[in-house]
């Protein structure tokens, strides 16, 4: 494949869009160098597909995406639907690992199974690599998978989302008899309530299944909500409202820093995050950096844990839990024969751990006794965009912590609590799935509520962040590049 130029629309972080001429080089084999305006921006090691894109999603990530870590402008955009150069259609997973590049480097993460967590990593429209808002992209060539002919394009352009839901789901696998509440569905949270609804089509066939309820703010959604399959939809407020603690589990996909208190109020055993707005929520100024990186925050054990309870269950391998110790207090003596306790300031902590060449060069484990010791537990070291621990492992707050007014610390401390999160899902089962469900194929009919072309970008996300569209989505309708 040639070299392709072509113009798209910056996302600038005055929030506003700006035309740029782009221009990628290379190929598959070789690698890409990618130029704005004339200057080189970023250059790409081999393992990249050119791709046509047909439509993009708008999510909240995007409408909050000046919040973000991440430079700009960019182009952004990363729930894909292209075509290669023989018209097949493909959905693209956003991160480009060494693992989705299909290259052989030695990286512990993605030699970890963790490859959405590779340090080396740029993200498709959120991190550096081109999106879906423009005409072309270069996708990691695993990352591209093939769409089934059962799935329509209006259920394709979901599926970024749609797998994150499912994935959110997966992990906080609902009990049979549960009852598991997804806060705040609009856009995620539909598809929340979409595969929830999935899972327990497939549990009620086996003789289980769980309760799904809907809680909104909006009393208009709450038809819509029954529509995606919840079993019970509710106003938030009102009347009506639920009394506190009453679902097992409520996921969280208000993507607004308020919705976390909520969320806390009404769940019993876990608040599982999907909100991803960059904000401080709850006293804790890293939230969204503890969904970036799948963490869980969970009340330190009052009693010595049994020996298969994770992450202590490591030590019947002969690893031992590296656990980075940020509390005042001494730590217990069970913990100091059953782990390596690593104590001091959480930077040196970190820093400490950059040597280990073991597995991955992070703690398993926090132990914190404050809210600025879950904040320091997520980002220890200023300006870098690293935990102190692994991706998906614990923070955990010690019975005696002082955590001021932070209702969710305070529910984790008092009545154990978890918090837990998620980001990407796997592509392939949400297809499956999609693609096996009748009822799911057609989620897009009755999601999308809004559609723009490429050069409407500003109107789409005007109209995106305004209460009457639920979904918008970006088609690319003329033909560029040259
Ligand atoms: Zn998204
Ligand atoms: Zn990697």
Redesign the pocket.
């Known amino acids: 494949m040639p070299s392709i130029a072509f113009d798209a629309l910056d996302y600038c972080a005055d929030q506003t869009f700006a035309k740029a001429r782009y221009r990628y080089d290379g190929d598959e084999v070789r690698g890409y160098v990618v130029e704005r305006d004339g200057k080189e921006i970023l250059r790409l090691g081999p393992g990249f597909r050119l791709l046509r894109v047909q439509h993009c999603g708008v999510c909240s990530t995007d409408l909050a995406r000046h919040f973000l870590p991440f430079p700009l402008p960019q182009v952004i955009g990363h729930e894909v639907v292209a075509k290669d150069a023989d018209g097949v259609r493909y959905v693209v997973e956003i991160n480009a ?3 989705a590049r299909g290259v052989a ?1 030695d ?1 512990p ?2 030699a970890a199974g963790l ?1 959405t967590h ?4 740029v993200t498709l429209g959120i991190h550096d690599l081109p999106g879906g808002f423009g005409p072309w992209i270069l996708a990691p060539v695993h990352a591209c998978i093939r769409v089934p002919d059962a799935v329509p394009d209006s259920a394709a352009v979901l599926v970024e989302p749609f797998a994150a839901a499912l994935h959110g789901v997966r992990t906080i696998a609902p009990k049979d008899g549960e009852r598991i509440a997804v806060l705040g569905p609009r856009r995620l949270g539909m598809l929340a309530v979409a595969a929830l609804a999935g899972v327990r089509r497939e549990r009620v066939r086996v003789g289980g299944g769980f309760d799904v309820a809907a809680l909104v703010r909006d009393p208009a959604l709450l038809p819509l909500a029954r529509e995606f399959g919840a079993t019970e939809a509710r106003l938030t407020t009102g009347a009506d409202a639920p009394s506190p603690q009453s679902y097992d589990v409520v996921i969280d996909t208000t993507g607004n820093p308020d919705g976390l208190d909520l969320a806390v109020s009404f769940a019993r055993r876990e608040v599982h995050l999907k909100s991803t707005h960059g904000r401080p929520a709850s006293s804790l100024r890293h939230l969204t950096e503890l969904v970036v990186d799948e963490l869980a925050i969970a009340r330190f054990p009052l009693t010595e844990p049994a020996h298969n309870d994770a992450p202590w269950d490591r030590l019947r391998t002969g690893a031992r839990p590296r656990v980075a110790w940020l509390a005042a207090a001494e730590p217990p003596a069970w913990l100091l024969a059953r782990a390596e306790v690593m104590r001091g300031s959480a930077a040196s902590i970190a820093a400490r751990c950059d040597a280990i060449r073991d597995g991955l060069p992070r703690a398993d484990v926090a132990v914190v006794d404050s809210a600025a010791g879950v904040d320091q537990a997520i980002r220890p070291r200023e300006g870098r965009e690293e935990a102190l621990i692994r991706p998906r492992g614990d923070i955990l707050v010690l019975p005696s912590a002082d955590v001021g007014n932070s209702p969710l610390l305070c529910a984790v401390r008092d009545r154990g609590l978890r918090l837990s999160s998620s980001r990407c899902g796997e592509f392939e089962p949400a297809l499956q799935l999609l693609a096996s469900d009748p009822d799911l194929a057609r989620i897009g009919d009755k999601l999308v509520t809004h559609r723009f072309g490429a050069n409407e970008l500003q109107a789409a996300f005007a109209v995106a962040k305004s209460r009457e569209c639920i979904k918008a989505v970006v088609s690319q309708t003329t033909e560029e590049g040259s």
Not at 118 to 121: I, K, L, T, V
């Open positions: 690992s060494h693992a480097q990286c993460f993605c490859p590779c340090p080396q990593r």
